[in-house]
């Protein structure tokens, strides 16, 4: 089991004493001094992964920039780093908006998405100067042209290609709702290119996320470039983390190796090139404690823990896979007591699991569990389910822990009321 660290941020160890150590600050220190549970996040590990993203784009491809799709992770504290570190900002929608703008992010390098974007998105947008609005449909331009102002713009379009992932995350197929076919796009640009206020700048395509294979990446270029040539090519993100024992996703030199390899081919070499990686920047940064509360032994051994779909719902979502460990016993043997166990949480729902058979090391009421990989679209879903109240992050640097986002209270939950 002390092979379960290589899931965990990377710099992550164990103590003398067996305890895990993340970000120079120990599991159980955190627990007890935030509660349970609290997601963690490796700041060092955050940051070294934007540079990698950023230096190896660079070095294949000059001109072209890295922004970060905050919906994976948009806490304010999070896309500051990514600002800090030279990253521009994909959002997707109103509030992803205000915190970028919040982090201190040059809204020049903000990238806006979004399928149905309001008029008070689109508004927001053009009020505070955003670089680059993705039109996804016609009606984006009658709202973009309405505002009166000059706006540069993308278009979105659907390559035709087909991952292998989950349904839920696939974007690059025909019949996705992201987007537009290319003789729709064709159409779309013309009107755009013939536009007073529009400028049209270039192309977007993406084809879905969690996808552990390059090829599907350098399929969709090919499609693009057929629509002409233009200044920029967002060539989306996508690329998948490491969750599992069984996942094995390409490093982020494979995968600009065939993207940007794929872009040599087909798109002309004047022009900028912008990826959007999300999931693959900040999944494997973050790690979530949790308090285990019950265990229920029968013909299938519960561990239920204070937290669950109220602040993790990829299980339920996404199917995705996830392991866990009982913090201070990682090394446990099955003679030491490993038990193969179904690791669930405290809301109201049969579908409220965490980790559908995992092996545990003798777990007990009031242990620690922590399960890695929860930096990407935990924080993200949060919610409010069974009045759960929303849990903290923690940024963890060099043993320094620091509150970037605190637990809600009760009265939280009561604000809204009228």
């Known amino acids: 089991m002390s092979d379960l660290l290589s899931l965990f941020p990377p710099g ?134 309405a505002t009166g102002r000059s706006q540069d713009v993308l278009v979105r379009i659907i390559p035709g290609v087909t991952a292998d992932t989950h349904a839920h995350v696939l974007t690059g197929h025909a019949g996705s709702k992201f987007g537009l076919a290319p003789p729709d796009a064709a159409r779309l640009i013309q009107r755009i290119e013939h536009s007073p206020r529009l400028r049209m700048r270039g192309l977007h395509v993406h084809v879905g996320s969690q996808i552990l294979d390059v090829e599907p990446f350098a399929e969709s270029v090919a499609p693009v470039a057929r629509l002409g040539e233009f200044e920029v090519y967002d060539l989306g993100g996508g690329l998948g983390a490491r969750y599992t024992w069984a996942d094995k996703p390409p490093t982020v030199a494979a995968y600009l190796d065939a993207l940007i390899g794929a872009a040599k081919q087909h798109l002309p070499a004047s022009a900028q090139l912008i990826i959007e990686p999300g999931r693959s920047m900040v999944c494997t940064a973050a790690t979530t404690i949790y308090r285990v509360t019950t265990v229920k032994r029968g013909s299938i051994t519960f561990v239920a823990v204070d937290g669950g779909m109220g602040d993790n719902l990829e299980v339920a ?35 409220d699991v965490l980790v559908d058979g995992v092996p545990l090391s003798d777990p007990k009421v009031g242990d620690l569990l922590a399960v890695p990989a929860t930096g990407a679209y935990c924080y993200t879903m949060a919610n409010n389910y069974n009045g759960n109240r929303r849990i903290p992050v923690v940024f963890a640097n060099d043993g320094v822990p620091r509150l970037v986002v605190r637990r809600e209270t009760w009265d939280d939950l009561m604000a809204r009321d009228v």
């Open 12 to 145: 992550s160890r164990l103590a003398a004493d067996g305890t895990l150590i993340v970000g120079g600050c120990r599991a159980d220190d955190l627990a007890t001094e935030f509660g349970t549970p609290v997601l963690v996040v490796a700041e060092q590990a955050l940051r070294e992964r934007a540079r990698e993203y950023r230096d190896e784009l660079t070095a294949r491809w000059p001109d072209s920039r890295v922004v970060f799709a905050s919906k994976a992770f948009p806490c304010t504290a999070v896309q500051r780093v990514m600002v800090e570190e030279g990253i521009g900002l994909d959002v997707a929608g109103g509030g992803e908006i205000l915190t970028a703008l919040k982090a201190g992010v040059d809204p020049a390098l903000i990238v806006l998405h979004g399928n149905a974007k309001s008029d008070e998105e689109i508004a927001l947008a053009v009020e505070h100067g955003i670089g680059l609005v993705v039109v996804d449909n016609a009606d984006d331009v009658d709202r973009l042209e």
């Open 317 to 351: 979502l996404f199917e995705q896979r996830f392991e866990a460990g009982i913090v201070g016993r990682f090394d446990g043997t099955p003679q030491a007591g490993m038990e193969n166990v179904t690791v669930v949480g405290r809301h109201c729902e049969s579908g």
